[in-house]
């Protein structure tokens, strides 16, 4: 099988789960934007002090710019997400729980841990006793090796360039192959650098995706196989509707799996490590375990479909929260925000909060999503802008200039979820999850106010 041969089942050079493992420690980058009590910028981060200038002159001065503002100050005080590390700690154990402890558990940490920080959502994995991570790109698994992480990590996407290969023997990737010519460049990259590239077969059993077929995939695999500059450590397959009510394209996805399977093996014990298993398999049918699972919205603490939510008490990981900038109140009939698609119907008292659709709140949610405060629903009007959304504060005179408001998360006893979100924009809670920008800061999640405390994470 490549390499000169390997014998009984490969295994995947992994640490036994949750050993060894350091808690992760984080310098903090800024000082937390929110404290327990947040009576406005004035009473938190910016108080300590004179107002901090903006490092940029207007346009017509001709004085000297002040002092650059601290990193991150001004920014990190708009809005930010909030990551809760034991959440995800406690979501990994869960699954671990779930399918045993001879079970390898594979965490997807791919698009920033699915928007939560890749390497603090894999280091929190690792805690919680995952064996092995998956990203989407070489620009993502590298980006975890120089943030420490040493585990085995898979690239799902496709790699298919010379330099691609000497990225993967340097870093100790594993790359997804999906085709012959993609295993022959793999493997004379490895060979001419006298290595031996470990790699792990993609066949596509129904997703129509990347990977071998499957008709072809055992005489594909076979001559992958007789590749010496390559191990073929594993073999998977990516299941198409795993949280469908219906198993029927499943149970489909996983004869074909077997078949090929059965064609390599011949009878004997597997030599691969077998990987089928999203969260949903994960959750649900141990059938679908193998020898490892590779799961990703699980570990961020929600089900892959409502008829999957309870089976497993995840913890959601992520809170998003934003200021409240400017309070203004205005006469019944004031139009708001472009195209005045909203008008009040009565004297009025608006907040303005700092976030909007270039930080990841979907314009679709226009007037058909709101905000919590002090444990109360507020309703958000008129449309969302770049920058900025709207809420009606009329009924509700505790909400302050500088107040913290909760977009996604918890606040006291209620809660907005991404399936909220994606049930109304007609997506899926991977679409909201992911979609939350750069611009926003990640923030470790405080105490147990959820408002506080919070230093920046990876
Ligand atoms: C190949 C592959 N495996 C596993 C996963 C994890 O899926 P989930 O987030 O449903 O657990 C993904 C996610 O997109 C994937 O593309």
Redesign the pocket.
């Known amino acids: 099988m490549g390499c000169g041969g390997e014998g009984r089942a490969a295994r995947l050079p992994i640490k036994a789960a949750g050993k060894g493992v350091v808690p992760t420690t984080h310098a903090s980058r800024a000082p937390a934007p929110g404290t327990a009590d947040d009576h406005g910028l004035a009473a938190s981060n910016l108080g300590r002090g004179p107002a901090p200038a903006l490092a940029t002159p207007g346009l017509c001065s001709h004085t000297q710019p002040e002092e650059p503002t601290p990193g991150g100050l001004l920014q990190d005080s708009r809005a930010w997400v909030e990551v809760d590390e034991g959440a995800i700690i406690h979501n990994t154990r869960l699954l671990r729980r779930r399918i045993g402890p001879h079970v390898k558990l594979m965490a997807?940490v791919k698009a920033n841990g699915y928007g939560h920080g890749d390497g603090t959502t894999a280091k929190a994995a690792r805690t919680g006793g995952a064996d092995a991570f998956?990203v989407a790109s070489l620009a993502e698994a590298v980006g975890l090796r120089h943030q420490g992480l040493q585990e085995p990590i898979l690239v799902?996407g496709h790699l298919s360039l010379v330099d691609e290969a000497h990225a993967c023997l340097r870093w100790r990737l594993l790359p997804t192959i999906s085709t012959l010519d993609q295993a022959r460049l793999f493997h004379t990259v490895a060979s001419r650098s006298g290595a031996c590239l470990p790699v792990h077969v993609n066949l596509d059993t129904g997703m129509a995706r990347l990977g071998v077929p499957w008709q072809e995939g055992a005489a594909l695999i076979q001559a992958i196989l007789r590749l010496e500059g390559l191990r073929v450590e594993g073999i998977y397959s990516?299941l198409a509707a795993a949280d469908a009510v219906d198993p029927g394209l499943t149970q489909q996805q996983q004869q074909r799996f077997d078949q090929v399977l059965a064609a390599l093996t011949n009878g004997h014990p597997p030599r691969f490590c077998r990987h089928l298993a999203?969260?949903?398999a994960a959750m649900t049918d141990s059938g679908l375990h193998y020898d490892m699972v590779?799961?990703?919205?699980?570990l961020y603490g929600h089900a892959?479909a409502e008829h999957l939510e309870g089976r497993l008490p995840l913890r959601p990981a992520m809170a998003v929260r934003a200021r409240v900038t400017i309070l203004k109140t205005v006469p019944a009939g004031t139009g708001v925000s472009y195209d005045h698609r909203y008008h009040t119907q009565r004297p009025s008292r608006l907040a303005v909060v700092a976030i909007g659709y270039a930080d990841g709140v979907p314009r679709l949610l226009s007037g058909r999503m709101g905000v919590l405060h002090g444990g109360r629903w507020l309703p958000q009007v008129g449309s969302i802008t770049m920058d900025q959304v709207m809420i009606d504060a009329t009924d509700h005179p505790q909400l302050h200039t500088g107040a913290v408001v909760t977009l996604l998360g918890k606040d006291g006893a209620a809660s907005i979820s991404p399936r909220q979100w994606s049930r109304t924009c007609g997506t899926i809670p991977?679409d909201i999850l992911c979609g939350f920008s750069s611009r926003l800061p990640r923030l470790r999640a405080g105490h147990s106010t959820g408002h506080g405390g919070q230093s920046a994470v990876s």
């Open positions: 997807v998956a799902l990516h999203n969260s949903a590779r799961v990703g919205l699980a892959s991977w």
